[in-house]
């Protein structure tokens, strides 16, 4: 696709079920990242996909979450158990294999809600 | 450990006036260094980058940045701010660590335009 695409853009969940997050990257883009954001705090860097690799998964806040790539292409992140403070939007955002410009493109997020 | 630090997490200045929105960085290498823009209900927009060539960046929208390595700063100015420019706006650091590259992101400032 044109840009970096993410679904849902709103999700709606109770405390206690699991929920996934989907990432479609840029087109050749071989390097993908995940970002947490939260009212007043900043992006919080949660993993890094270099292919379908996970070279930097060090930002996960407990094994309640997970992430997989498949197909050097669309990324999910996956929460169980979600807790209200999980409640933020998830960034995702794709980079190109030479990382030469260093630019990061990031789609819109997915607003996570749990009640 | 590389980091960023925005000062001021709110800026609020009148249309015509000097936009000043201050970054410093902490690496011990030569940083890739950006500025994002985030507008509401949206993912972050690339504003400008510096990559170790021309010290003075110049970006989209009439904004600029001044790289200056003896005060470790990446402050992000426009000299006359417009409505449109009322957004969030990130500073951010690529670290480098075997091969593996991680973005790290200020907490943010978020600009206020007044009429």
């Known amino acids: 696709g044109a840009g970096v695409s993410q679904s849902p853009s709103n999700k709606v969940t109770e405390k206690g079920k699991d929920v996934e997050l989907r990432c479609d990257p840029i087109?050749?883009?071989?390097?993908l990242y995940w970002y947490r954001q939260s009212l007043g705090q900043g992006l919080e860097f949660l993993i890094y996909?270099?292919?379908?690799?996970?070279?930097?998964k060090s930002g996960l806040p407990s094994d309640r979450f997970s992430a997989e790539r498949t197909g050097g292409s669309v990324s999910t992140l996956t929460i169980q158990r979600t807790q209200q403070e999980d409640s933020a939007v998830y960034l995702c955002?794709?980079?190109?294999?030479?990382?030469?410009?260093?630019?990061?493109?990031f789609g819109e997020g997915s607003r996570l809600t749990v009640l | 450990a590389q980091s960023v630090t925005q000062l001021g997490s709110h800026v609020s200045v009148s249309e015509g006036a000097l936009v000043l929105l201050r970054c410093n960085y902490s690496s011990s290498v030569p940083p890739y260094l950006f500025w994002y823009v985030q507008y509401p209900n949206q993912g972050l927009q690339l504003l400008l980058k510096y990559t170790s060539a021309a010290t003075l960046v110049k970006g989209i929208n009439g904004f600029e940045a001044e790289f200056k390595k003896s005060e470790t700063s990446f402050h992000l100015t426009k000299p006359s701010a417009h409505m449109s420019d009322a957004a969030e706006y990130f500073c951010?650091?690529?670290?480098?660590?075997?091969?593996?590259?991680?973005?790290?992101f200020g907490t943010g400032t978020r600009l206020k335009v007044l009429a």
């Open positions: 955002a794709s980079c190109s294999a030479g990382l030469n410009t260093g630019e990061l493109f």
């Open positions: 996909f270099q292919g379908n690799s996970a070279p930097d």
């Open positions: 087109s050749g883009h071989t390097a």
């Open positions: 951010a650091v690529r670290s480098s660590t075997s091969g593996t590259y991680k973005y790290i």
